[in-house]
């Protein structure tokens, strides 16, 4: 059965991507992100599909996406920050080693910047990354295999707390 190694989830900032490169360069495997499967498959990016579209069809293209992806890929997946919302997506995740990268809300406004034209932090971008924080913090946690804090931490040390926190068959 194909599937990746590690599905790694977590709130904008977490570092899902830079950690999810660096961890498949370390295992040398490919990285995938669900986002830029989103991207591609729409034609254009995620901001301009939440403008344009609507999030409740970013949010089908999205589950689509790591349907997809959970099916397809060996590697190492990033998922959205916001894939988890989907009931069906956590209902996929069951069965996957899944890694929470948790961040606290100072790290992640610094990491995406005050004035972040990421779709969901448009305006008050402290206030709905806490909010946003809360809501998810429940559902990283109902799928997670294992949680990783990265406040403050190097993208080599959260990578080495991912690999020595999976279960052994992730290792292979």
């Known amino acids: 059965m194909t599937q ?3 599905v790694i989830v977590g709130a904008p900032g977490a570092g899902k991507t830079s950690v999810g490169r660096a961890l498949s360069k370390a295992w040398r495997v490919d990285f995938r992100d669900t ?3 989103v991207e591609a498959r729409a034609g254009k ?3 301009d599909i939440f403008v ?3 999030e409740p069809h970013f949010r089908n293209l999205e589950r689509d ?3 997809d ?3 397809e890929h060996e590697g190492v997946l990033a998922l959205g920050g916001g894939a988890i919302l989907d009931e069906s997506t956590r209902a996929l995740l069951a069965g996957h080693v899944v890694v929470w990268l948790n961040v606290g809300l100072s790290d992640a406004v610094k990491r995406v910047g005050l004035s ?3 779709p969901m932090l448009l305006g008050n971008v402290r206030g709905t990354m806490l909010r946003l924080m809360q809501e998810r913090e429940p559902l990283y946690r109902e799928v997670a295999t294992v949680e990783i804090e ?3 931490r190097a993208i080599s040390d959260i990578v080495a707390d991912v690999v020595s926190g999976l279960p052994r068959s992730a290792h292979a």
């Open 116 to 118: 972040s034209a990421r």
């Open 4 to 6: 990746p190694r590690a």
């Open 52 to 54: 344009n579209d609507g």
């Open 45 to 47: 990016s995620v901001s």
């Open 35 to 37: 986002d830029a499967d």
């Open 65 to 67: 996406a790591v349907a």
């Open 150 to 152: 990265t406040d403050g």
């Open 69 to 71: 992806a959970l099916a």
